[in-house]
């Protein structure tokens, strides 16, 4: 059974809006709001404290530290690019991974090279 807890967030208008954890793509911190990043939407939630203390609270939800700037829904993640360390989502959202956070994705579906085809003439 997967819960939906709702965020009460403020959004670029500064309206107070709840968006729920399941719709969320990833956190970032600025200054001392937590950013709650949708695929389409950046709200404010105002809570004031460090990564590591959210990774703790949203954790059961799926989410983990990738990078110290942000904390990434796992399952939202449609694929890693190993090379460049980043993590894709929907919408062409991206966030860097540190080196010592690659073992949390490696399960994920990796970059596929385009290979160009060429034909003889």
Do not use: W
């Not at 990043?37 to 954790?59: C, M, N, P, W």
């Amino acid at each position: 059974m997967t819960m939906n807890l709702p965020l009460p967030c403020i959004n670029k208008n500064k309206d107070k809006v709840s968006v729920f954890i399941e719709e969320v793509v990833l956190f970032t911190v600025q200054k001392n709001d937590l950013l709650v990043h949708t695929v389409t939407e950046k709200y404010i939630l105002r809570l004031q404290g460090s990564l590591d203390a959210f990774e703790v609270i949203f954790s059961p939800f799926g989410f983990s530290k990738l990078d110290s700037g942000n904390l990434v829904h796992l399952a939202k993640i449609k694929y890693i690019d190993e090379k460049l360390r980043t993590a894709h989502f929907d919408n062409n959202l991206q966030v860097n991974i540190s080196m010592p956070n690659m073992h949390k994705v490696k399960h994920l579906p990796r970059k596929t090279k385009k290979t160009r085809v060429d034909h003889a003439i």
